[in-house]
């Protein structure tokens, strides 16, 4: 049986420790939401923050959008409860779905919270997403990607984290991405060898609308599954470049109709108005199918 598609074309950020945030969250039309109790929230809130989340998913509301918890690093103070928290949370009804965690350097970290998620309880459904943001990340990105075909393992996504990759390398966030494009592809690249999705990073300067739609057109270019995001004003954008166009859907919904011929069954290829279309690019077209009628359903 195939997994079912879930559209992750946008993936808002908020701070746990705003409530107005929060509650906006339940209304927006993000694919899936992460609430933050890493940098987002100062450290003299971080219980608070916790103890608000907590309060706030038990309260639910958040479907069909899917819910994700950034934690600390797992080599901070804050670390253990903050996974003991969405642990509990996601044993309850409308629970979240997964934990993001924040500067996974290797693939022995997913191992270890793996276990420590299965001790605290954690529902089965409870994904892991690995935030891919220091040097070590990119270069063993596909260590970490392939993590996922282990028995038992919880993840689901690769997240990149351009401000942490910036800061850690020197490297500059310049409109294209130039100094960054080759790590870029390089984790796209990792996940797809490991068969999980991939997020693009968040565009900072969210007033700069013309800027934030180009690098999401680019980043759908590269094979991105979605942005992670920072202000609502940037989740129809992102929604509108990561979704399949409708002459694409149309087009492809027509080279599945013409394998599904009985002149070419049994064909590997055929022309179509004097270009080659072979059985991967209706495999291709399926998938975009899949997408266009999984975003179909959730509107
Ligand atoms: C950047 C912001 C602080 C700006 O907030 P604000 O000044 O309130 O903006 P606006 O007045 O334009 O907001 C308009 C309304 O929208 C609501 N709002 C704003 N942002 C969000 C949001 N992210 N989610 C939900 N709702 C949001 C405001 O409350 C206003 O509502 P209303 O009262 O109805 O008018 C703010 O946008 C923000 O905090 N953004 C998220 C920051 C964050 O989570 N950062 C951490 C993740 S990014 C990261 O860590 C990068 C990564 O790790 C890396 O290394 O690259
Ligand atoms: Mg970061």
């Known amino acids: 049986m195939s997994t079912p598609v879930r559209p ?14 929060l509650e906006k969250a339940r209304s927006l039309p993000a694919d899936a939401i992460v609430i933050d109790l890493e ?4 450290p003299d809130a971080k219980a608070q923050a916790r103890e608000r989340v907590a309060t706030t ?6 479907a069909p959008r899917e819910v994700v918890v950034r934690t600390n690093g797992v080599d901070t103070p804050w670390f253990t409860q903050d996974l003991a928290m969405i642990a509990a949370a996601s044993a309850k009804e409308e629970g979240p779905d997964a934990v993001l965690l924040p500067k996974v350097d290797d693939p022995e970290t997913l191992l270890l919270v793996g276990r420590a998620l299965e001790a605290l309880g954690a529902a089965p459904s409870l994904r892991v997403w690995a935030m891919i943001e220091t040097p070590i990340a990119v270069l063993r990105a596909l260590d970490i990607a392939l993590a996922a075909k282990n028995p038992g393992s919880r993840l689901a996504v690769l997240a990149l984290g351009t401000n942490d990759l910036s800061k850690e390398t020197g490297a500059r966030i310049v409109p294209g991405r130039a100094p960054m494009a080759s790590w870029l592809s390089h984790c796209v690249l990792a996940a797809r060898a490991g068969g999980v999705g991939v997020l693009d990073a968040v565009w900072n300067d969210f007033r700069d609308v013309d800027g934030f739609a180009r690098e999401c057109r680019e980043a759908a270019d590269m094979g991105f599954d979605g942005k992670t995001l920072i ?3 940037q989740i129809g954008p992102c929604n509108a470049a990561f979704s399949p166009r409708q ?6 919904r027509a080279l599945i ?7 070419h069954a049994g064909k590997g290829v055929v022309q179509v108005e004097g270009r080659m279309v072979e059985r991967m690019h209706a495999d291709i ?3 975009t199918v899949a997408l266009a009628d999984a975003i179909d359903r959730r509107n």
């Open 231 to 233: 202000h609502p004003d």
């Open 257 to 263: 109709a013409l394998f599904d011929r009985p002149e």
């Open 285 to 287: 077209a399926r998938k």
């Open 8 to 21: 992750r074309r946008s993936v808002l950020f908020m701070p746990g420790s705003n409530p107005r945030a």
């Open 39 to 42: 940098d987002a929230v100062a």
């Open 247 to 252: 002459e694409e859907v149309e087009a492809a």
């Open 57 to 62: 998913l038990g309260e639910g509301g958040f």
